[in-house]
């Protein structure tokens, strides 16, 4: 069974930083695309960062400059390094990865870190 991990989140003040972490456990599949999104009190959920199976990235343009997703293929992990922060990055960040195993292709989702950015 696929499940994903996510560590990282807190409290921090503006201009400080925090990484996150996202690990895909299980066995026999292939992860393709992976990215984070967030989700704000009284908001929809939005894209911050995707990465693709070849390493293209694409950023939101509110976190562009600031944040940085990579994924480590050894580890089946995905990380976003958040930069600068400011209060209205404050939301509940969620991993997600597209899993192909026994020829289905699935996209997953992590259960979500909370990121308040606060003084």
């Known amino acids: 069974q696929v499940k994903l991990v996510e560590s990282g989140g807190g409290l921090v003040q503006p201009g400080g930083f925090l990484r996150l972490s996202c690990a895909v456990s299980?066995?026999?599949?292939?992860?393709?695309?992976m990215g984070w999104y967030r989700q704000a009190p009284g908001n929809q959920r939005e894209l911050v960062a995707t990465?693709?199976?070849?390493?293209?990235?694409n950023y939101a343009d509110s976190v562009k400059g600031r944040f940085t997703i990579s994924r480590d293929y050894a580890k089946n992990t995905v990380y976003l390094q958040m930069n600068s922060l400011k209060p209205e990055d404050t939301a509940v960040y969620y991993c997600?990865?597209?899993?192909?195993?026994?020829?289905?292709?699935?996209?997953?989702w992590g259960q979500g870190t909370q990121v308040t950015v606060s003084s």
């Open positions: 299980g066995s026999g599949f292939g992860i393709n695309g």
């Open positions: 997600n990865a597209g899993i192909t195993a026994s020829g289905a292709g699935i996209n997953y």
């Open positions: 990465i693709t199976r070849g390493g293209t990235t």
